[in-house]
Antibody, heavy 116, light 107 residues
Framework: EVQLVESGGGLVQPGRSLKLSCLAS????????MNWIRQAPGKGLEWVAS????????YYADTVKGRFTISRDNAKNTLYLQMTSLRSEDTALYYC?????????WGQGVMVTVSS | DIQMTQSPASLSASLGETVSIECLAS??????LAWYQQKPGKSPQLLIY???SLQDGVPSRFSGSGSGTQYSLKINSLESEDAATYFC?????????FGGGTKLELK
């Protein structure tokens, strides 16, 4: 069974940093591209970042480019999102999702709240 | 960026009815369109990919169609468990973009 479990969220002040993790199981992690997608409270879905299976290709949404870094450790079956210079508009539920072109499996999400 | 315009934003229907939800892309997305169902407090679940392929385990009352810039999700014989918000996603090119969502309420 494919499982994606996010962690690392919480309350953080504007301008500070936070690192999210997503532990994958139930599939060969190193064979799949992975993504972070977020959903602000009561809002729709926004793709944040994508990383290919071997980390050769990385893409970011314009809203986070230069502030967020996606990475992965295939030996640990773990996806990361390092978030810096956080803003109030980054407040959202962050999902990791497996990529098969489309996003076929999603984690349960981890909440990030940016507030003073 | 490709814009995805989803309609309607909300929908109310009765058990057993058939409903359709539309997504219009700002340019041709070559059937690279997926549909998701999201229930409150849950993560999105994939229903349809490549515009019309049914994800394993999804009931056959869900179907997708379309081409070019126009796509639709059809739900036949509505059941109570179908009350949810539905999103479309284009993954034809980066950045992937979502429709604004359709909240389906069962009367």
């Amino acid at each position: 069974e494919v499982q994606l479990v996010e962690s690392g969220g919480g309350l953080v002040q504007p301008g500070r940093s936070l690192k999210l993790s997503c532990l994958a199981s139930g599939f060969t992690f190193s064979n799949y591209g992975m993504n972070w997608i977020r959903q602000a409270p009561g809002k729709g879905l926004e793709w944040v970042a994508s990383i290919s299976s071997s980390s050769s290709y990385i893409y970011y949404a314009d809203t986070v480019k230069g502030r967020f870094t996606i990475s992965r450790d295939n030996a640990k079956n773990t996806l990361y999102l390092q978030m810096t210079s956080l803003r109030s508009e980054d407040t959202a539920l962050y999902y990791c999702a497996r990529q098969a072109g489309y996003f076929d499996y999603w984690g349960q999400g981890v909440m990030v709240t940016v507030s003073s | 960026d490709i814009q995805m315009t989803q309609s309607p934003a909300s929908l109310s229907a009765s058990l057993g009815e058939t409903v359709s939800i539309e997504c219009l892309a700002s340019e041709d997305i070559y059937n690279n369109l997926a549909w998701y169902q999201q229930k409150p407090g849950k993560s999105p679940q994939l229903l349809i990919y490549y515009a019309s392929s049914l994800q394993d385990g999804v009931p056959s009352r869900f179907s997708g169609s379309g081409s070019g810039t126009q796509y639709s999700l059809k739900i036949n014989s509505l059941e109570s468990e179908d009350a949810a918000t539905y999103f479309c996603l284009q993954d034809s090119e980066y950045p992937p973009t979502f429709g604004g969502g359709t909240k389906l309420e069962l009367k």
